[in-house]
């Protein structure tokens, strides 16, 4: 439901110089793929929701940068989006990176309700929303962080003149920036969503030495790519939840009832009569996700609630999957894409 939602709103300017796109982070598919396959009276249900909906938060609110950028110059500026850089202390992530043949500019996104006030005695961001007060680390620390990491890593893998710039940015239009009377510097490093296209093209004339070619830069931008690493989920360890406690069976994507019925070459719902041939899709997406990248035969009449090995393996074969291993010993890695819709036909 969410990928849809995102792919309605997501900005039509393909001509820009996004060199990695802004996708949906893979924990918010996890973290729907679990409220999917727990019982509604699971104890750890409500944390799990209360966790997606503060990453589905930071995830709209990096989606609104997205027209802003999308002013920019598209000769100038190279955009990466949601990096994971290995470092000394693990690794590194930035929500967007700007490049040029100037400078390189690290934007750290925040999507706050309310009043932000940022305490620099105690090093903390406090959230005030509906009278309730929240304290929240820093991101003014956070994106200096950032900063230091990235130019160790710059200059570790030769590219060392570059300069660096990085922003808090406020994604929320009415979030209210308050802070101590005698902090003079917090509005260089936090702002809001309208004033980044301003900021950017002040960087632009301040800074009016190149200190890198374009060559330069795509061989930045190849590095990075290939530095990048996609996150490890921990979700279920971190929740403490076993295989066993998810719920099997195909579920229904017009009134989520569990299990479909598989007769005559469709999945059939007991609760609203909706047919549907390619339900089976959304709940491999949720095996993969949920726990391993691979099925067998009996591992997905398992899940799926299938009781014909004949009917597992056709409908394994018709999805086109890579495969390991001849006849019985068949495993397939679950690997989908967008022309693989969960929509009937």
């Not at 693990?90 to 040029?100: K, V």
């Not at 005695?121 to 003014?140: H, R, V």
């Not at 490890?232 to 019925?261: A, F």
């Not at 890579?322 to 068949?330: F, L, S, W, Y």
Request: charged content about 25%; hydrophobic content about 35%; glycine content about 4%.
């Amino acid at each position: 439901m969410f990928h849809e939602e995102y792919s309605n709103i997501k900005s039509d300017w393909s001509d820009k110089m996004i060199e990695k796109e802004r996708i949906i982070p893979r924990n918010i598919l996890i973290l729907q793929a679990l409220i999917r396959r727990l019982p509604l009276n699971h104890p750890k249900l409500y944390l799990i929701k209360d966790e997606l909906g503060k990453r589905m938060a930071g995830f709209k609110g990096e989606k609104t940068l997205d027209y802003t950028l999308s002013l920019l110059d598209t000769k100038k500026y190279y955009i990466l989006n949601d990096l994971r850089i290995p470092c000394k202390e693990g690794f590194f992530q930035i929500d967007t990176l700007l490049i040029t043949t100037k400078v390189i500019i690290n934007i750290e996104v925040k999507y706050l309700a309310g009043t932000a006030y940022f305490d620099p005695i105690f090093n903390q961001l406090i959230q005030t929303k509906d009278g309730n007060e929240s304290a929240l680390p820093d991101p003014t620390i956070q994106v200096k962080r950032q900063e230091s990491k990235l130019l160790d890593w710059l200059k570790k893998n030769g590219f060392h003149n570059i300069p660096v710039y990085s922003f808090v940015v406020m994604s929320n239009d009415r979030t209210i920036i308050k802070t101590s009377p005698d902090n003079k510097i917090l509005n260089k490093i936090v702002i809001h969503r309208q004033s980044l296209f301003d900021k950017i093209k002040y960087i632009e004339g301040f800074v009016r030495n190149e200190s890198a070619t374009i060559k330069d830069i795509k061989k930045l931008i190849r590095t990075l790519k290939r530095h990048h690493s996609e996150p490890v989920s921990t979700v279920l360890e971190r929740y403490g939840i076993k295989e066993r406690e998810l719920l099997k069976g195909v579920i229904c994507e017009v009134c989520n009832h569990r299990p479909l019925i598989r007769k005559h070459g469709k999945w059939f719902c007991m609760e609203c009569n909706n047919e549907n041939s390619h339900a089976h899709i959304q709940a491999l997406k949720d095996y993969e996700l949920l726990i391993r990248s691979t099925i067998n035969n009996a591992e997905l009449r398992t899940f799926l609630n299938v009781d014909s090995s004949h009917v597992a393996k056709r409908l394994l074969q018709t999805l086109n999957l890579p495969t390991t291993g001849i006849k019985k010993g068949t495993t397939y890695i679950l690997s989908f894409n967008e022309n693989q819709s969960t929509k009937s036909q």
